[in-house]
């Protein structure tokens, strides 16, 4: 088992820049593959990012790529997401994900564990 739990959102102008955070306790977090999602009003959770156990690969939904970046900090339990050049369209509650593969996969099916959301909304 293991519990995430994720801080660092808030209000922010389009153009700015919020890094996420997600502490995980309970098992070894290098156990797993993490994974950000986001959820709109209305809309179903989608993959935003991603990343492997040991760090080597990431992935990117194709609307943030060049401006999200997704890292992890094993010896910290924790993974972040960098957001720059937000935009109104980025508003959401983003959650964090771990799954038992030695990658991330898109589809919030894979995941095992999640935590509670963060609000973060980006304003024009």
């Known amino acids: 088992q293991v519990q995430l739990v994720e801080s660092g959102g808030g209000l922010v102008q389009a153009g700015g820049s919020l890094r996420l955070s997600c502490a995980a306790s309970?098992?070894?977090?290098?156990?797993?593959?993490l994974g950000w999602f986001r959820q709109a009003p209305g809309k179903e959770r989608e993959f935003v990012a991603g990343?492997?156990?040991?760090?080597?690969?990431?992935s990117y939904a194709d609307s943030v790529k060049g401006r999200f970046t997704i890292s992890r900090d094993n010896a910290k339990k924790t993974v972040y997401l960098q957001m720059n050049s937000l935009k109104p369209e980025d508003t959401a509650v983003y959650y964090c994900?771990?799954?038992?593969?030695?990658?991330?996969?898109?589809?919030?099916?894979?995941?095992?564990?999640w935590g509670q959301g963060t609000q973060v909304t980006v304003s024009s």
């Open positions: 994900a771990a799954e038992s593969s030695d990658w991330p996969r898109r589809s919030t099916y894979e995941y095992d564990y």
């Open positions: 309970g098992r070894t977090l290098s156990r797993y593959a």
């Open positions: 990343i492997s156990r040991s760090a080597g690969l990431t």
